[in-house]
C-alpha cells in the first residue's frame, strides 16, 4: 500500500510539473508577427445591351440572393413648389402595383414567398432593391424588374403615400433633434435644393400624373447600376437579368442642371424656442465634396477633433473631463454630387448651454492654431485604416460598395490606395487643412431650448435670429 501511494504521489507530481510547464506564456514582447494584409475584395463587372451596368459576386454561405438598384435620380431635381415629389414617387413605386399584378396581390405573393422589395428616393439617387430565398429567384426578379420599369402608381395608393408624407410633416417638429439638424441643413444649403424639404402645400399639389412623370423622365436601364450578391451563378444571373430587362429601352438621360451650393460667408446663429431641460447644439457650415484631393486629411483632422469616440478632443474635453454632455461629435462629410457639410453637435443641460458652445468653438478654433501631437495624429490614422475592413463584411457589403462608387463617381482606385492615403497624413497636412477647411467665422450656431435656464444669453455668442419652426402648412 505504502509502494502505490509513493507511485501516485510521484505521479500527481509529474503532472502537475508537466501542466505548470505548459502554463507558462511566451513573452509577447519577445513574440513575432507577419504583418496583416488585407486585399480590398473585388466584384465582377458586366454591361447588358441596354446600357445597365450590373456588379455580380457569389456567395454560396445562404440560399439567398440581393439585388440593390442605384438609379441617377433625387430629390435634388424636384421642382421648387413640388418638394416631395421624389420622395413619393419612390415610396409609392414599390407599393402602387405594376402594369402586370396589382399592389394587393404583389403584397401576397413577396409575402408568401418570403421575398421583398423595397424602394426609395434620397438627395442625390434612387434605390430599388430586392431580397429573397434562392429558390424564388426567378419570379421575384421578374417582380422586381416590374416594380422598376412598369409601376402604375395606383391612385388610392398615391393618396395613401401622401397622407403619411403629410402626417410625418406634421409630426416633424415633435423631435428637438431631428429639429435642430433639419433647420442647420436649410441654413447650410439655404437657396439650393438641398436645402428645401417637403411642405403640406408642395405634397397636396402633387399628382399622379406627376409620379408618373417623374419616373418617365428619370429611371432608364443606363442610368442604372444593379449590385447583385448571394446564391447564384454568374451565367445563369445574367441570363435572367438580361431576359428580366429585355423590354427596358436605353434612354438618353434627362438631368437639369443644379448650381453648387453657396457658402454663407458670415456667422449667424439661430434659436428655436422648446420648454425642454436639455438644449440642443448643432453648428457647421459647408463643407467639402468627394473629388477634393484634402479629403483623406480632413478625414484624419475631424477624427481627432470629434469623429473618433472617446479619444476625440470634443469626447475628451465636454464629456469626460467637463462632464457636461454624453455625447458629442464633428462630422466631415464629403458630398458626392455637392460639397457636403462640417457638423458638430451635441446635448447638454439648459444650465450649461453657452458653456457648451464656447467650448466646441475653443476646441474648433483651437485645431486651427497649432499641430495636434503625434500620439494624436497616430491613433487617429490606426482607428481609420485598422476599421476599414469592416465595411466588407459579407458579400452585399464588396458588391454594394463597388456599384455605389461607380455610381458617384469615384476616382479608379479609391478603395485600393485609401489607406495609403490615409498613412501618408502628417501633422502639417492636418494644420493645413484645419486652417483651410474649419471655418468659425462662417460657424452657422442653430440651438433648441428654454432660454430662461440658459447659463447666458445667447447673445453674447452672437446676433440671434429666432426661428418659428415650418409646422408644413
Known sequence: ?????????????????????????????????????????????????????????????????????????????????????ALLTGAVLRGGGTSSISAEKLDDEL???????????????????????????????????????????????????????????????????????????????????????????????????????????????????????GDFDKREMLAMLKKAFAGWKREKPDLPGIRQPSPALKKAVYFVERDIDQSVIRMGHLGIEKNNPDLYAVTVMNAILGGNGFSSRMMDQIRSKEGLAYNVASFFQPGRRFPGTFEAETETKAATTVRTIGLMDGIIRDMTQKQVTGQELSLAKDSIINSFIFAFT??????????????????????????????????EDVLRVARKYLRPEEMILVVVGDRKKFDKPLATVGKVTEIVPDSGN
Open 111 to 229: 409575402e408568401f414567398m418570403a421575398s421583398s422589395i423595397e424602394s426609395g428616393i434620397g438627395p442625390d439617387s434612387g434605390s430599388v432593391s430586392m431580397s429573397c430565398l434562392t429558390k424564388n429567384l426567378g419570379r421575384t426578379l421578374e417582380l422586381f424588374s416590374q416594380v422598376m420599369t412598369a409601376p402604375v402608381f395606383r391612385e388610392d395608393r398615391v393618396e395613401q403615400g401622401k397622407n403619411r408624407a403629410i402626417e410625418a410633416i406634421r409630426r416633424q417638429n415633435d423631435d428637438p433633434k431631428e429639429l435642430a439638424d433639419r433647420e442647420l441643413r436649410k441654413a447650410i444649403y439655404f437657396g439650393h435644393p438641398l436645402g428645401r424639404f417637403p411642405t403640406i402645400p408642395s405634397i397636396s399639389s402633387i399628382t399622379r400624373a406627376d409620379l408618373v412623370a417623374f419616373h418617365r423622365r428619370y429611371f432608364h436601364p443606363n442610368g442604372t447600376i444593379l449590385a447583385v450578391s
Open 1 to 85: 500500500m505504502k509502494i502505490l501511494l509513493t507511485l501516485l504521489f510521484l505521479l500527481m507530481s509529474s503532472i502537475s510539473t508537466a501542466g505548470a510547464e505548459q502554463a507558462v506564456s511566451p513573452d509577447p514582447r519577445t513574440m513575432n508577427f507577419r504583418p496583416l494584409s488585407f486585399e480590398v475584395p473585388t466584384a465582377e463587372r458586366q454591361v447588358l445591351g441596354n446600357g445597365m451596368i450590373v456588379y455580380l459576386l457569389e456567395d454560396r454561405e445562404l440560399p439567398m440572393v440581393t439585388i440593390q438598384a442605384y438609379i441617377a435620380t433625387g430629390s435634388s431635381y424636384d421642382p421648387p413648389d413640388q418638394s416631395g415629389l
Open 394 to 427: 459579407n458579400a452585399a457589403s464588396v458588391v454594394n460598395q463597388r456599384a455605389r462608387l461607380e455610381f458617384y463617381g469615384y476616382p479608379r482606385g479609391y478603395l485600393e490606395n485609401y489607406r495609403d492615403n490615409i498613412a501618408r497624413v502628417t501633422r
